[in-house]
């Protein structure tokens, strides 16, 4: 296996979101791990350690702001970028309010996706 793969966690209940993006992603050379929920999310985060995280804001249980927020007080994880990603339209507002570096509207096209993630990659 490459070492050095990037590595990127999508969080979303879409399966066809995570799909696409894995497929995309998986294309540009990513390693993609997905969840369809945020439930230990400290642990799935600590387990894949990724490069980036993809938020989405309806995330089960807890939401992607609370899931964010668990994120942002743990030492070992805060410092890993987070996207929020929601077709809400105060997603700025709730992007901030989760402790996220940015965000992305749905939908999206692969562009933005592309340069979302490369401006927080820095």
């Known amino acids: 296996m490459n070492k050095n793969k990037r590595k990127i ?12 993006c894995n497929y995309i992603l998986e294309d540009k050379g990513w ?15 600590s387990a894949v350690m990724p490069d980036v ?24 994880l805060k410092s890993i970028p987070v996207i929020y990603f929601s077709a809400n339209s105060d997603i ?15 939908p999206f096209d692969l562009l933005e996706l592309e340069r979302v993630i490369s401006t927080v990659l820095k």
């Open 9 to 20: 966690i999508i969080f979303d209940d879409d399966e066809d979101i995570l799909s696409i």
């Open 92 to 106: 700025q507002l709730l992007a901030s309010h989760a402790g996220a570096e940015t965000y992305l509207a749905k």
């Open 53 to 76: 995280i993809l938020m989405d804001n309806w995330i089960p249980d807890a939401g992607g702001i609370v899931a964010t927020q668990a994120l942002k007080k743990n030492e070992g």
């Open 31 to 45: 390693e993609v791990h997905t969840f369809t929920n945020c439930n230990n999310i400290t642990k799935k985060v």
